[in-house]
C-alpha cells in the first residue's frame, strides 16, 4: 500500500532477547545488515502484517514472542533517487513505518530465516541495543534512531544502555 505522498506502509520489527540485545539479519547474498521489516498489503492491520512479516522472515510464531510496544506515530525515510522506480504506478518514494518492539520468549532454535519460498535473510546475530545504528545503511539510519529511541524505555526500564558516543543526538 502506497500513501497519496509516495510512502509504502510497513512494520519494522526490533527483537530483543532477555540481556537487551537485539536480532540483527544480513541480507541475502550481501554485506548489509538490518531489522527485519515488510510492508502492509491491502486489509492488513499493521499487527497482522507483523506476525506475517515475522513469520516470513525468521521463522518465529506469535507465541514464541512478546509484544512489548510499538511507536505512536509512523516514522519515514525517503529511498536515494536512484532507488526510486519511476515506472512504476503510483511511484513509491520511501517507506512509512511502524516500529515494534519483541521479546523472545521461545528458544533460538525456533529462528529458520528459510522460512519462505524466498528468504530476505541468510544470517543473524545478537548485537548490542544500539549497534544497528552504526551499521545500517545510511538512508535508514535516522528512522532506526528514532525507533529505538523511542522503545528503549519500554525494554530497559532505568537501566538503559549508554548510547555510543557518535550517536548523541536528540530524536
Not at 516470513?56 to 509484544?67: A, N, R, Y
Not at 529458520?112 to 519460498?117: G, H, I, Q, W
Request: charged share 25%; aromatic share 12%; net charge positive.
Amino acid at each position: 500500500m502506497i500513501d497519496c505522498e509516495g510512502y509504502r506502509a510497513n512494520v519494522g520489527i526490533i527483537l530483543s532477547d532477555l540481556q537487551g540485545r537485539v536480532f540483527w539479519c544480513k541480507r541475502v547474498g550481501q554485506n548489509a545488515w538490518q531489522f527485519p521489516q515488510g510492508g502492509i498489503q491491502c486489509n492488513e492491520s499493521p499487527e497482522q502484517a507483523l506476525f506475517r512479516e515475522l513469520r516470513e522472515e525468521t521463522g518465529l510464531k506469535s507465541d514464541q514472542v512478546e509484544v512489548i510496544g510499538r511507536t505512536k506515530e509512523w516514522l519515514r525515510y525517503k529511498l536515494p533517487k536512484h532507488f526510486i522506480r519511476r515506472n512504476c504506478t503510483p511511484c513509491c518514494i520511501g517507506q512509512k513505518q511502524v516500529w515494534f518492539m519483541l521479546r523472545l520468549v521461545g528458544g533460538e532454535q525456533c529462528v529458520n530465516l528459510a522460512c519462505s519460498r524466498k528468504p530476505e535473510f541468510d544470517g543473524w546475530r545478537w548485537v548490542e541495543y544500539w549497534h544497528p545504528m552504526q551499521e545500517v545503511v545510511f538512508f535508514k539510519r535516522r528512522v532506526y534512531e528514532l525507533a529505538l529511541h523511542e522503545l528503549a524505555p519500554l525494554l530497559f526500564n532505568s537501566k538503559m544502555p549508554p548510547i555510543p558516543p557518535r550517536s548523541r543526538r536528540s530524536p
